[in-house]
């Protein structure tokens, strides 16, 4: 049996956010919820997949994260800043 990406759903608080998708899209995510249900064993409903998904494409995002890092390094005070090596 193939692996999926998403592993087991945690629960935590969600934060509301309303978005529209093309019904392609939609009938996909409800085949990966199904499949993800058969393999946990629970019903999983599709619009609990969606923040895990965005959130792993997000964390594997090479160029995301090397442009926050690049965002935080330049928001950081100056007093906070490690000391520069001499």
Request: glycine residues 4%.
């Amino acid at each position: 049996m193939a692996k999926l990406r998403l592993g087991p759903l945690e629960d935590d608080k969600p934060v509301k956010l309303s978005v529209e998708l093309p019904a392609a899209l939609h009938r996909d995510l409800i085949a990966y919820a199904e499949i993800l249900g058969r393999e946990s064993g629970k019903a999983v409903e599709p619009a609990k997949v969606v923040a895990p998904m965005i959130e792993r494409f997000m964390a594997t995002d090479r160029g995301f994260a090397k442009l926050r890092h690049a965002s935080r390094s330049r928001s950081r005070p100056a007093d906070s800043a490690p000391p520069k090596a001499e």
